[in-house]
């Protein structure tokens, strides 16, 4: 073999690599990586005509996609991945994922799809994890999710849904189901029996913040349940769950925080319908009956068959007739709080056993939250404290008029025209605590210097002066002694310490 021929046998080797290359190459403007191609933010209205069969994961997010047609997947065994997120899709093609029952992940969020029929997925039964958040989604067809018995996740956030067929996610049909993420989404209200009967690993995961809930008692009582039971969808977005106060939408509320807008709800409106663990909200010293009803005492005489058992929030076990005084247990199960306190608060276990069928028993949870009443305290704190204001004023009133303190005592003497006061005589001394407003105008002037006063009201110092009578001070008045208001049934003896009076100011 010449070294021509040495050369030839390689280039027509490589020859035939680069045909099959092309053949099943990398679409033009795509990137392929092992078993990886990625289309992102190309501006494709429509996907490549020809995608290699080994492809595992497609990526065609970031583009101009309006419309998923049939059997565009159909030549990919292999696909486990399939990300189509912000494009312009409005709607599924039935069909369009023939032959994807290997399908584990699809990523359709950020797009413009508006219903979810339930023909979209229906041969995606291998499907694990399915994103539709941040779309335009009004409705979910009741069986839209039938045929996805391995969903695990499913993500519904930031649409415009207003209810969701929970009915339709059973235990049987959705057994790994564990995240179900309908947050920030328009729903007023909530089908509480159907939620009841979602599996407990569902309800765990049921992500519900961020809506437009009217703010009810039995929807409260739910989240509080979760509250208790550490569910991650509450603990981790607790602020974030908020209600509507009589539907207002500018009344929202964060109902954890503000918990006083459901103290008037009664123990039983908190019960939720059909579920098998009850929720009751109480006060603090009200009395608390927790039923223990269970399937096994439905039928004629069988409670008589039964035995029951309580465990308290303590793990204390609780039997007829009870313990403590606390707590009070009836021979049909009913177990009551006496007075109920915060520290009460906690789940009840109820275990009923069938003395029949040893191996028999069934069990029932009670949650029961204890609240002070906030509001009735502090409307009665309120009042109390306006009616001792009232009375506090009304005493200090009646003080100043009957009780005005005065170191001298004043007496009437014959009228006589007063001396002068000094700044050291015992005259300025009383006549600065013995005076009171006028509300009439003077009628006449009296002595040297004295001038009437324009004013309305005016001051009446009555100055006394110091003479010992019989061991005791006599006044000097500066108005007449048979003025009328002087005219006293007590006579001299008594202290006049303020009068009304007609007389000018002495100045």
Known sequence: MNVAQGVAGPLMVSSILLQLAGVSGCPSSCLCTADILSCGAQGLEQLPAQIPTYIATLDFSHNRLARLEEGEFAGLPRLDALRIAHNRLTRISPGAFRNSSGLRHLDLSSNELHVVEQHYFLELVGLEELLLFNNRITRVESKALTGLSSL???????????????FSIQEHSHPSLHTLDLSSNRMPKLPLEDIAALPAAVQSGLFLHNNTLICECAMYAMFRRWEQRGYGSVRDYREEHTCLVYGERRASVRFFQHSRFFQNCSAKAQSLPGEPALSLLAYEGDSVLLDCRTSFGRGRGRRQQLSYLWVSPDQEYVVPPG?????????????????ARRQDSGVYLCMALD???????????VNVTVVARHGEDESFNTGFTTLL????????VLMYLYLTPCQCWCRRRPPAPPPPATAHSPGNECSAQSSILTPTPPATT???????SGNSKHVVFLEPIKEVQNGRLRATLAIPPDHPKLQHPRGDTDSITSVFSDTPIVP
């Open 355 to 365: 003395r029949r069928q040893p191996p028999a028993n069934e069990s029932r949870e």
């Open 152 to 166: 695990r996740k499913a993500y519904f956030s930031h649409n415009r849904l207003t209810d969701f067929p929970f």
């Open 323 to 339: 313990n403590n005084g606390s707590l009070r247990m009836f021979a049909n199960g009913s177990l009551e709080i006496v007075a």
């Open 446 to 452: 009296e002595g040297p210097g004295r001038k009437a």
């Open 389 to 396: 204001g009232c009375v506090v004023s009304l005493v200090l």
